[in-house]
């Protein structure tokens, strides 16, 4: 339907018994269907071409004629397409070279089709042979205008939220971008009343400020519209010059446009690799620092730690005739000297891994110890009013894995989910509730924490595992980073993916025991 509205809608000044019009937008949609889609929707294009010549040509040629040439162009766009797809040109136009490529091979896809449809024409007697050349040239300048305005705007993916965006930080700029776009018009139809081809030309100052300003999309935009707006003008005003006499200078124009906003978009696409570049120096310089920092403060920390493990042993030994009496005494000093314990051996292990030592593998079973880390987190969880679940799978194996540095993991990842809680309202509509469970994938078990809390900001999900980037107002960004460190440190993995419960889900994913392990 779209493809016979451009038809229809640039059928303007035909040659007789032809579809030799001055610009052929129509093909720009074919090829663009070709390039996006592969040459098996060559048919769906010869259909569209021989209807769009049956229905909107006003003395059409015989219908084995029109069905021949509808074949031949979809066969030649469908090679140019194959052509362009190998070299990775079916996305969006970033570079001058790319532009190059694109411009080429149209230029030489379009001579080829123009000269077979006038030889198919011109031997089926619907045109002289006289004017074989005239309408080779004119086919060809007409179908080349056509893919390079419309083409590259048809395979723009542009993101509305960014585009929004930067119109708003640009309005005045954007004003007066417009403002051109209206005297361009308005030229235009001051070349059709004064039948003065030079008025063209300064159709060339806004066009190429907006390509320069918006690259790809913009120039091949404006250049539709300077199309539309000049074909609109000169079949709308009597006694004008033929639109045939503009097609060199229409073309000379979407040629320009393509490699100035080539230009721009690779120009902007270089800067922002480079500021992604300098943030990703810089988040490595700050963890390179972290690690110093943690480095020093695990020495300086692990004395005192020591200390205090053996003033609650030394509780625990003088307080016993006590503890017979209340057994919540000797629960709680048992405790505080696990908590004690287990933050000397995290402190050793950070201190183990900053130095570049080698992980502790050993056979360890990973349920238990995340059993043991929410046991710990059971008291917070009772006073967020969070449902916790461990899902204790059938056939788990043991793993080869760091038992201090997995505790460290799945505790980041637990809390993660509480502090995700304790920003919502208490008393919110869907239930609080953490889900931990494991399964067998091949040669590796796979242990998901699951939570129904707020999800994963969109601002940071693509940098999430990366150094300092935290959506937390009081939140440092190392967690996660340092949980998959420790994971890929000894051969696992830590991501993300959809959550089932509607909240964040990320996966552990570690090596299972082998046979060989086990003798040895």
């Known amino acids: 339907m779209l493809y016979l509205l451009l038809d229809w809608a640039s059928y303007v000044e035909p040659l007789r018994h032809t579809s030799i019009t001055p610009w052929n937008p129509n093909t720009g949609l074919v090829m663009a269907l070709l390039l996006a889609r592969g040459w098996r929707w060559a048919p769906l294009a010869a259909f569209g071409i021989f209807t769009g010549e049956l229905l909107t040509d006003e003395s059409p040629a015989p219908w084995r004629v029109l069905a021949l040439t509808s074949l031949y162009l979809a066969a030649v766009y469908a090679c140019a397409a194959w052509a362009l797809r190998r070299r990775g040109l079916e996305r969006p136009i970033e570079t001058p070279k790319a532009a190059g490529w694109f411009a080429g091979v149209i230029a030489m896809a379009g001579a080829i089709a123009a000269a077979g449809y006038v030889g198919i024409l011109v031997s089926a007697g619907q045109l002289s042979t006289d004017e074989t050349w005239t309408s080779i040239g004119r086919y060809w300048i007409g179908e080349f ?261 997995l505790e460290i993991v799945v505790h980041n990842l637990l809390t993660n989910c509480l502090e995700a809680f304790d920003a919502l309202p208490v008393s919110g509509s869907r239930a609080r509730r953490i889900e931990l469970a494991a399964e067998v994938r091949g040669a590796d078990v796979l242990i998901a924490v699951d939570d129904s809390g707020p999800g994963i900001s969109p601002n940071v999900i693509e940098r999430l595992f990366e150094p300092f980037v935290t959506s937390k107002s009081s939140g440092m960004g190392l967690g996660l980073s340092l949980s998959r460190a420790f994971l890929r440190h000894q051969g696992g993995d830590l991501w993300s993916e959809a959550s089932r419960l509607g909240g964040a889900r990320f996966v552990i994913r570690l090596a299972r025991q082998t046979n060989a392990q086990t003798s040895l």
């Open 145 to 405: 205008n056509g893919i390079i305005a419309l083409t590259p705007v048809l395979l723009l993916k542009v993101g509305r939220i960014p585009r929004f965006e930067e119109i708003r930080r640009h309005k005045r700029e954007l004003m007066l971008q417009v403002l051109g776009a209206v005297f361009g018009v308005a030229l235009a139809f001051a070349l059709a009343a004064t039948r003065d081809v030079r008025l063209f030309y300064p159709l060339f100052v806004p066009v190429t400020w907006i390509a320069l300003r918006h690259g790809v999309p913009g120039a091949m935009i404006s250049v539709c519209l300077v199309q539309a707006a000049l074909e609109a003008a000169l079949e709308l005003t009597p006694g004008s010059i033929p639109l045939f006499d503009v097609q060199f200078p229409l073309l000379s124009l979407g040629v320009t446009a393509l490699f100035l906003g080539a230009l721009a978009t690779n120009h902007d696409k270089t800067l922002g690799q480079m500021r992604q570049q300098d943030a990703a120096l810089q988040r490595s310089m700050r963890f390179a620092v972290a690690g110093q920092l943690a480095s020093a403060l695990t020495h300086e920390l692990n004395q005192p730690m020591t200390a205090l493990l053996s003033y609650v042993r030394s509780a625990e030994l003088m307080s016993e005739p006590l503890a017979r009496a209340d057994e919540r005494l000797a629960g709680t000093l048992r405790k505080a000297g696990e908590e004690a314990g287990r933050a000397a051996a995290v402190l050793r292990r950070l201190r183990e891994f900053y130095r570049g030592e080698g992980a502790r593998l050993e056979p360890t079973d990973a349920l238990s110890v995340c059993a043991r880390v929410a046991e710990a987190l059971r008291d917070r969880m009772r006073r967020s009013a969070v449902e916790f679940e461990q899902h204790k799978g059938a056939g788990i194996p043991s793993v080869m894995v760091d038992r201090t540095q």
